[in-house]
């Protein structure tokens, strides 16, 4: 229960944007991290400074998907094209270890 009370949580906290027009241009912004496009289909960019890793939960808190970013890399692009159409929770961990949490809809 407290596994689906964190993913409750984190879904609140978060800000979600997406309609026909946002596939391209439009991302979400927090402390310095974006993530783009939103919605998505075979690709994710991180725009991140000292983003060390990125993990893709399903609703239920599983994690789908786990990439190490290369932080010397300004854009860090990522393949989802394996992941089935749903909304997701991301998580970018920095390397001091602080955690930032959004969502995405792979379609």
Known sequence: MWKV???IEMVRRTTFIC???????EHVEQ???IVFPNP???Y?????KNA????IMDLLGNVVFKSTLNKSK???RIEINKLTTSVYLYKV????NSKYYGKILID
């Open 74 to 76: 300004e854009v860090n």
């Open 19 to 25: 309609s026909s027009t946002c596939r391209k241009a």
């Open 31 to 33: 402390r310095g991290i």
């Open 52 to 55: 060390k890793q990125i993990e």
């Open 40 to 42: 998505a289909t075979n």
């Open 5 to 7: 009370y964190n993913v």
């Open 44 to 48: 994710l960019n991180v725009v991140c």
């Open 93 to 96: 961990i920095k390397q001091d």
